[in-house]
């Protein structure tokens, strides 16, 4: 399966928030309101439309991969990093790799891009 990754586009926008709705359908809990998120993510500042990629199969998207920028304290220091996203990746396409290769290229870019770290509630990356 050959998976080509780039920019999502504007015209992706509903197709996204469709397939980010199927690939956590009754996961966490019944029904999903991830594909809210990434409706609502994308108005507001701290969205990082460089680092908003999907995924393609035969110029279809299977995947996506969000950033958003914030802050993290500790006493009197403040850092910037990046928390990423949902990651979604339609149902019959999970578990072959597109949702670490969205992650990989984007926490490469962000290195490039200049950034200190990323969050994610399950595993934290220093770069």
Same mark, same amino acid.
């Given at each position: 399966m050959e998976i080509v990754l780039r920019l999502e586009e504007e015209r992706d926008f509903t197709i996204v928030e469709d397939l980010t709705r199927e690939a956590f359908w009754d996961v966490y809990c019944p029904g999903a309101d991830e594909h809210l998120l990434v409706h609502d993510?994308?108005?507001?500042?701290?969205?990082?439309?460089?680092?908003?990629?999907?995924?393609?199969?035969?110029?279809?998207i299977v995947g996506n991969i969000m950033y958003a920028i914030s802050t993290v304290k500790n006493?009197?220091?403040?850092?910037?990093? /990046? %928390?990423?996203?949902?990651?979604?990746?339609?149902? $019959?396409?999970?578990? =072959? *790799? &597109?949702?670490?290769? /969205? %992650?990989?290229?984007?926490?490469?870019?962000?290195? $490039?891009?200049?950034? =200190? *770290? &990323?969050?994610?509630?399950?595993?934290?990356w220093i770069l």
């Open positions: 993510l994308r108005k507001t500042n701290v969205f990082i439309k460089e680092l908003d990629f999907v995924a393609l199969n035969n110029n279809k006493n009197d220091l403040e850092y910037t990093v /990046l %928390i990423f996203g949902p990651v979604s990746v339609l149902p $019959e396409y999970q578990n =072959k *790799g &597109i949702g670490g290769k /969205l %992650i990989n290229h984007t926490i490469k870019l962000s290195k $490039e891009m200049g950034y =200190k *770290g &990323i969050i994610n509630i399950w595993r934290p």
